[in-house]
């Protein structure tokens, strides 16, 4: 599915984001900045697609290296040859990886990010608790991922947008199928509040979850306590 829509996939999300993603990311990571307490040295980006926030990582920290990895072999492609990752030369590098066994050692890096990832995850549990063995203690997780919106009135828009006008504009794209499965994905994600128990249960005791555009996404940030460190 992925791989279909890889080519025009950045595309597409700027056009069914109204143009919002273009904000969701350096938002997230000036949230990020306002948590961490570590520097940013090493930094791993899994479920990059084309590489938008891998970008954003290698830019925010210009002294850090950057790793993107994804599953599908289309969207490296893809990332690989755009002109902005070209710029930043072998600050910013891209690999074939399953997020659920990263070939990673443990405590690799400082940051780990994705976004919009979380929902695409057959089992998130096992993901957050690798995600966290690869991270320091004082590392810092962000997941930028599509939430149910806080105020009812914004979530009765949302959904008459996301479930209805999103798989349309996919349809007149060729791609009617994965942006069908977009609002669909979405429901099998945990709640914003189970989210952040799955977080310190995986080994995050300190955990934010800051909202944007009215809780339509939220930055659930996460810093990896010592080995065995869960908050209940």
Do not use: K
């Amino acid at each position: 599915m992925f791989a279909h829509i890889a080519a025009g996939y950045e595309g597409f999300d700027h056009l069914a984001s109204l143009g919002q993603d273009f904000l969701w990311r350096p938002r997230a990571l000036w949230q990020l900045d306002r948590f961490r307490r570590a520097p940013v040295r090493e930094a791993l980006d899994i479920g990059c697609g084309t590489g938008e926030l891998a970008r954003a990582v290698a830019h925010r920290y210009p002294a850090a290296r950057v790793i993107a990895t994804d599953f599908t072999r289309e969207m490296l492609v893809q990332a690989r040859r755009h002109r902005g990752t070209r710029a930043l030369g072998p600050r910013l590098a891209f690999g074939a990886a399953n997020a659920g066994r990263l070939p990673f050692d443990d405590g690799s890096f400082d940051l780990v990010t994705n976004a919009f990832v979380a929902r695409n995850l057959s089992d998130l549990e096992r993901t957050l608790a690798e995600l966290r063995r690869v991270l320091r203690p004082g590392g810092v997780l962000l997941t930028l991922e599509i939430t149910e919106p806080v105020s009812g009135a914004v979530r009765t828009l949302f959904h008459a947008y996301f479930d209805t006008v999103v798989p349309l504009l996919g349809r007149a794209a060729g791609s009617e199928g994965p942006y069908r499965y977009l609002p669909e994905s979405l429901r099998t994600l945990p709640s914003r509040t189970t989210f952040v128990g799955l977080l310190r249960a995986a080994g995050f005791p300190r955990v934010s979850a800051p909202t944007q555009s009215g809780g339509i996404v939220t930055t659930f940030l996460a810093e990896a306590g010592a080995p065995g460190d869960q908050s209940r």
